[in-house]
């Protein structure tokens, strides 16, 4: 079956660095991929998507990487900020809806 | 900003209650979903909908039950809490059909403690 894990469960940097999240998935059907960031107290917002006929995509101050041979995807965030502190979840198209990984908790220092 | 609504925000309960947890969408998505989250950990699917009158279990086993009466609201309810409920229980719907995606949004989550 479809799993999705964080290499990582916590990622430490400073102020203006780049972040970079990591995620693998082991189901190869998967052609849908969803970054989300939870914030303490609240539910996932979406961040930015990518399809498995694309290996990167760009949004404000985000990229997604997709390598499909070795089943990875990648989160960076440039020039991180206090606000980018939160959790990080990858998810991946299943059989019937997305499945979650475990997170990933950014923690930005000034 | 997703227009999913869950209320209430956070229910301090005794065991044995029966509890209602309630979940509304103003988006008109077809998928709803509840999910089981503990602190700090990966979300469970507890349940789904594909449309009205259309009810699944997720992939974590539940004793709470849902309805999909209406597109708009998916409850979510548990006739009997015990302490092992304890837990935030969110909520989420998507769009289907032609050219969507299985992009899901979310509500801000109820966290029950059950005592």
């Known amino acids: 079956g479809e799993s999705v894990g964080l290499h990582l469960p916590t990622l430490s940097v400073q102020e203006g660095d780049n972040s970079i999240i990591n995620c693998a998935y082991s189901n190869s059907a998967s052609d849908y991929f969803i970054w989300y960031k939870q914030e303490s107290g609240k539910g996932p917002q979406f961040i930015i998507d990518?399809?498995?006929?694309?290996d990167k995509r760009q949004g404000q101050r985000v990229t997604v990487l997709l390598n499909k041979t070795v089943k990875h995807l990648s989160l960076q965030i440039a020039a991180t900020q206090p606000g980018d502190s939160a959790v990080y979840f990858c998810a991946g198209s299943g059989y019937s809806t997305l499945t979650f990984g475990k997170g990933t908790m950014l923690l930005v220092s000034p | 900003e997703a227009d999913i609504y869950q209320t209430p925000r956070y229910l301090v309960i005794g065991t044995g209650k029966k509890i209602t947890l309630e979940c509304s969408q103003t988006?008109?998505?077809?998928?709803m979903y509840w999910y089981q989250q503990d602190p700090g950990m990966e979300l469970h699917l507890i349940h789904y909908?594909?449309?009205?009158?259309?009810?699944e279990k997720g992939d974590l086993s539940s004793e709470s039950t849902v309805s999909r009466i209406r597109t708009e609201h998916f409850p979510l309810t548990l006739e009997s809490a015990r302490p092992s409920h304890t837990s935030q229980y969110l909520c989420a719907s998507s769009a289907s059909g032609r050219g969507s995606t299985d992009t899901q949004y979310f509500g801000p989550g109820t966290r029950l403690t059950v005592l």
């Open positions: 988006m008109g998505h077809d998928k």
């Open positions: 909908s594909y449309g009205v009158n259309s009810t």
């Open positions: 990518i399809r498995s006929n694309m």
